[in-house]
């Protein structure tokens, strides 16, 4: 089972940044928080937004699409905010089709979408906790409040 959290070094369009992961269940998604961006990759695109941007993250479901598949979607204070570094194409779809800058299935990643989304939350609007991501010791204060053990989500 993959760990529903990791400390890596992602890289972002400024260079390589230290990041909390939360791989996907398998394949190639993955969702990156850093201290200035988040950033977001699927087998399609790689997109990066500035925390000064986000506007909010929930989950929901697509328009039109079945209820029963949630979504966690996250909600860029304008549209466009977002870079997308690979697959723009698909960053102007989302916008068009959903209220979201970018989107995941919530089942796709190893943990709880709720978890991620809570983790988002605990950095958003906290510039000097965010400053902390990447740190070992951050990384077991994050998994302890979300109640996220290494190795058991």
């Known amino acids: 089972m993959r760990e529903p959290v990791v400390c890596e070094r992602v890289q972002t369009s400024d260079g390589p940044e230290a990041a909390f992961v939360f791989p996907a269940r398998r394949g190639l998604i993955r969702l990156a928080l850093t ?8 087998a399609m695109g790689k997109v990066e937004l500035p925390w000064k941007a986000l506007a909010r993250v929930e989950l929901g479901v697509l328009p039109g699409g079945r209820s029963s598949v949630p979504v966690l979607g996250i ?6 905010a977002a870079v997308w570094t690979r697959g ?24 709880d979408a709720e978890t991620i989304l809570r983790a988002i939350k605990r950095y958003q609007g906290n510039a000097r906790r965010r400053r ?13 409040a979300l109640g996220v053990t290494s190795g058991h989500p």
């Open 88 to 111: 723009g194409w698909l960053g102007r779809l989302n916008r068009r089709m959903t209220p979201y800058e970018v989107s995941f299935k919530a089942n796709a990643f190893a943990g």
């Open 35 to 42: 201290p200035e961006r988040i950033v977001a990759r699927s």
């Open 132 to 144: 902390s991501i990447g740190d070992e010791a951050e990384l077991t204060q994050l998994r302890e």
């Open 75 to 80: 909600v860029a204070t304008r549209p466009g």
